[in-house]
């Protein structure tokens, strides 16, 4: 790896990212191109700022790692990345948009009426927002390390530090053109080598590589991969909870969640979707291609625990001179966009949730406190905790958002007959069980065994509980049912242009993005004229 | 090593969170002591508890639901067996034993009390011997000098205190009851002020956007006929009858028409830059209250200047909020002047827009969320909306 190209690569993308997110807004000098300074978030855009905010180091560089010392088990791990969005897209989306929720704490509340289960959840939201933050920050002290030889946790610091500068700064003004360029970012610096590395196999002979049938010994992952036994001594277990967690826990990631507040309407939000879908599952194509060309050029990884660096030397493993470290360069700045662009979603978020939730009675703007507050915890963590694989980190926050957000917006949009304490119940037993194995696991209170395996892949048992206790415990409690939940119900199933009943005054969400709106609420002929015309500008 | 020193750390987690929790409300309310007081002392507070207790429900006025939630406190606050609250034809709520055997006879009993205004003690004449209820009191409830109902406390003896006691109550439930109203009769005057707002932007702005589109049926049909459809959707969105709350993009839209409007009547003098962050357009707030903003920044930037004067409307993404400031360069304002019209001290029509947009957005928000306002005469003026991406009970329709 040559540090005169990587670092200057790291740079760029920092700058890009900072000056695309203070200057990215779209002005309009007079009011005739007012459209264009006003239009909606499109669906299209929406899903590449998605996208780019979802696809953290695990996936950049944690896929790869695993199936490189795994082997083609783990394409679990991208499969069920991929397909959280399905079940968000079916159960979740639309009806999440039309509840106006900002958070994750608003749909409670707006849902439930209650303050208390607002305050639980935001809880479980920081309490997730901070276990998915530790391994971004790992994942960059990883990269940097092997960039420029600096000590761990130096990239930890630095990207927390560009973090806070540029969020509490209000430097990320234009957030969604910021995610929405980080995306095409990172599937370019993974997508290009790919194609020169492919082509560096084919002229090698394109032999396949081999995956011994058994696991690799537990030993020579390394003592610091707590995980990776448990893998080994149950498989099927393994792979189960680790579906179970990610095709659930996807909907309750804070970051994902505030995003869908910028469509328009929840027919959009689902269109956004269906785009996430395709988005990220073409960007899913690529880890396990370097984790496969990584077994054959570069099986030594296994051995030693930095398996995630995978992704970084392939390229100059594979191409030699200056190409080499060009790509190599370029894959180094997908890698920091990728921390980057998840740290900020995520900061964002879980500080949005401190300031409101966490530090309360005071009424006046304590965001600030909140971003240094949403990330000082997680950079503690990612100095202490060390040598947990990148992916199996995102997993435990997955595992943790499956086990009590899922059962709360599953059953909160479809089933009239939750109440606050059922909600309680199932956040605390089913959530609380799922950070309390995940904690357990992590500080190593069981390294072996069925105990140990359990603790390590609890969704397979969590999710199930959490849904249990909120359907049981809002049986029993009916007096409790919030008063309003036909009104509420009805917003969030019923399409938007239904809702007033009378003539809705044509909006914006009419003209910037009429596609989304088929049924046009205005009756009048000549009407149709200014909306015909702006479509033609 | 490190694993336990992380676990220590994440357990430490919730801790740390719920101890910022408690020092947020700990120094929220400084005063908080930690004595308890002498038993006098106690009994007040407790006393004092109860019937703050009691009042949330009753400042929602006199229906059967309030009465049934606060008449539970109200025979705590008295320490009778049963207690009863009416309105003028019925009994809304009775808390305590024996309401089969005497809630029938209630109605009878305080006629007397609803038509004179005065407290009646009676005796039960029950005729169960173990019924501990031989005698009560009843007492009027009067809000605006109009007998509401009565409060009817009681006892297996007779008793003078209790009848004191049942007097100072209902007085107490009065007073409640009268705020009641005076919080119904502000929301009416908001929307009664409201309705104004629509009225008000007819007459001037009317007939000045009518005869502006009409000087341009000749010169140029085609931006007339654009205009007057302008026109159209401007007055449709700004009479619209159903919603209290729109959406930041359907203001904005209105705003944009209203700008087009006024550009057809002063056509180079207006300069607007409008820079608006996408994130944001979803947010909702109460229907109408950026285009007055708009509207006096408009005035205040025409008004007396021959040059440009130039206005920006930016809306920003905050995290959790969103951000509106809208600037004009024109001739500004006395800020006291202006302090007295957010005060509501100001007479005449001037500003009137400023301050019920001030009311509106603390009434909906809360009282962090009002206008704020730079200014100074001659230095134009900047206005910042502060607008909560999410409120419970606030969706467009």
């Known amino acids: 790896m040559n540090e005169a190209y990587a670092i200057p690569a790291v740079a760029v993308v920092v700058l890009a990212t900072v000056l695309i997110g203070g200057f990215g807004l779209r002005i309009s000098r007079t009011t005739s191109d007012f459209y264009v300074a006003s239009r909606t978030v499109g669906p299209r855009l929406n899903a590449a700022a998605i996208s780019g905010e979802y696809l953290s180091a695990a996936s950049f560089l944690g896929v790869a790692g695993l199936l490189l010392v795994h082997g083609p088990d783990m394409l679990w791990y991208p499969v069920g990345y991929t397909a959280g969005y399905l079940v968000l897209l079916v159960f979740v989306a639309a009806p999440l948009r039309r509840s106006g929720a900002y958070t994750l704490p608003d749909f409670a509340e707006g849902r439930l009426e209650s303050r208390e289960v607002r305050r639980v959840v935001s809880m479980f939201v920081v309490g997730a927002g901070w276990l998915y933050l530790v391994p971004q920050l790992q994942g960059a002290g990883l990269t940097l390390q092997i960039l420029t030889g600096a000590p761990r946790w130096f990239g930890g610091a630095l990207v927390a530090a560009v973090v806070i500068l540029a969020v509490a700064a209000g430097g990320m003004r234009s957030i969604t053109f910021v995610q929405a360029f980080q995306y095409w970012l990172k599937l370019t610096a993974l997508l290009v080598p790919a194609f020169f590395l492919v082509l560096a196999w084919h002229g090698d002979g394109g032999s396949p590589p081999t995956f011994p049938s058994t696991d690799l010994p537990s030993a020579g992952v390394g003592a610091g991969q707590p995980l990776a036994t448990s893998r080994a001594d149950h498989p099927l277990y393994a792979t189960y909870g680790l579906i179970v967690a990610t095709f659930l826990g996807t909907m309750g990631l804070p970051h994902v969640v505030v995003r869908f507040y910028t469509s328009p309407n929840g027919r959009a939000a689902r269109r956004t979707t269906v785009v996430v879908l395709a988005l990220v599952g073409v960007f899913y194509l690529l880890p396990p291609l370097y984790g496969w060309l990584g077994r054959i050029y570069a099986p030594e990884l296994t051995a030693a625990q930095d398996a995630d660096a995978t992704v970084l030397l392939l390229p100059g493993r594979m191409v030699d001179g200056v190409a080499g470290d060009l790509l190599g360069a370029l894959v180094a700045g997908g890698a920091f966009a990728a921390f980057l662009s998840t740290a900020s979603g995520l900061t964002m978020a879980v500080a949005g949730v401190v300031s409101q939730d966490v530090l309360p009675a005071r009424g006046v703007r304590h965001f600030r406190l909140g971003v240094l507050l949403a990330m000082a915890v997680p950079l503690g963590g990612a100095l202490l905790v060390d040598g947990v694989p990148v992916a199996d980190a995102v997993g435990m926050a997955f595992a943790v958002s499956a086990s009590s957000f899922c059962p709360l917006l599953v059953l909160g949009i479809w089933w009239r007959r939750l109440t606050p304490p059922g909600a309680l119940a199932g956040l605390f037993l089913g959530g609380g069980s799922a950070l309390l194995a995940v904690t357990l696991t992590v500080s190593g209170a069981a390294t072996s065994g069925w105990l140990h395996t359990l603790l390590a892949w609890p969704a397979v048992w969590s999710v199930p509980v959490g849904f249990l206790a909120m359907i049981l415990v809002s049986l029993a409690t009916p007096d409790a049912i919030p008063t309003h939940t036909t009104a509420t119900m009805t917003r969030l199933h019923l399409p938007e242009t239904l809702w007033s009943g009378s003539l809705r005054p044509p909006g914006l969400q009419g003209r910037g993005e009429l596609r989304d709106q088929p049924y046009t609420t205005r009756t009048h002929d000549e009407a149709q004229g200014p909306t015909a015309r702006r479509e033609h500008k | ?397």
């Not at chain 2, 401007?234 to 729109?246: D, Q």
């Not at chain 2, 300069?271 to 109408?288: D, G, M, N, S, Y």
Request: hydrophobic share 45%; glycine share 8%; net charge negative.
């Open chain 2, 1 to 397: 090593m490190t694993g336990t020193v992380t676990a220590t750390l994440l357990a430490l987690c919730p801790l740390l969170l719920g101890a910022g929790f408690l020092l947020g409300r700990r120094t929220a309310h400084p005063d908080g002591r930690s004595d308890v007081g002498t038993p006098v002392e106690r009994a007040t507070f407790e006393t004092l508890h109860t019937a703050s207790l009691a009042a949330p429900a009753l400042r929602a006025g006199l229906t059967e639901d309030t009465a049934r939630k606060s008449a539970r406190r109200l025979r705590t606050l008295l320490g009778t067996d049963a207690l009863a609250l009416t309105n003028r034809s019925a009994v809304l709520a009775w808390d305590g034993t024996a309401e089969q055997a005497h809630a029938k006879y209630v109605m009878e009993e305080v006629t007397p009390v609803l038509a004179a205004g005065r407290s009646v003690a009676f005796d039960c004449g029950c005729d169960a011997v173990d019924c501990p209820l031989r005698w009560a009191v009843a007492a009027p409830v009067v809000a605006d000098g109009r007998v509401l109902g009565a409060v009817v406390a009681y006892a297996p003896r007779e008793s003078a205190v209790l009848a004191r006691a049942a007097d100072e109550v209902a007085r107490w439930v009065s007073v409640q009851l009268e705020l009641a109203e005076l919080d119904r009769s502000r929301t009416r005057l908001i929307e009664a002020e409201i309705k104004a707002l629509r009225a008000q932007i007819s007459p001037h702005f009317i007939f000045n956007s009518l005869a502006a589109i009409a000087s341009f049926v000749r010169t140029d049909p085609e931006r007339a006929r654009e205009l007057l459809l302008e026109f159209a959707d401007f007055t449709r969105y700004s009479f619209r009858r159903h919603g209290e709350f729109t959406t930041l993009a359907d203001e904005l839209h209105s705003i944009d028409q209203y700008l087009a409007l006024v550009r057809a009547r002063f056509g180079d003098r207006l300069a607007v830059t409008l820079q608006i962050a996408p994130e944001v357009l979803p947010v909702t707030l109460p229907f109408l209250c950026l285009q007055p903003l708009v509207e006096n920044a408009v005035k205040h930037g025409l008004e007396g200047a021959v040059t440009r004067s130039r206005i920006s409307i930016r809306a920003t993404d905050a995290g959790a909020e969103a951000e509106v400031v809208i600037e004009d360069d024109g001739v500004g304002m006395d800020p006291d002047a202006l302090r007295a019209i957010l005060r509501g001290e100001a007479d005449g029509s001037t500003g009137i827009g400023l301050s019920n947009v001030d009311e509106r957005l603390r009434q909906v928000f809360g009282d962090t969320y009002g206008l704020v306002i730079e200014t100074e005469v001659g230095a134009g003026m900047k206005i910042t909306v502060r607008i909560p991406k999410y409120r419970a009970g606030v969706y467009a329709p």
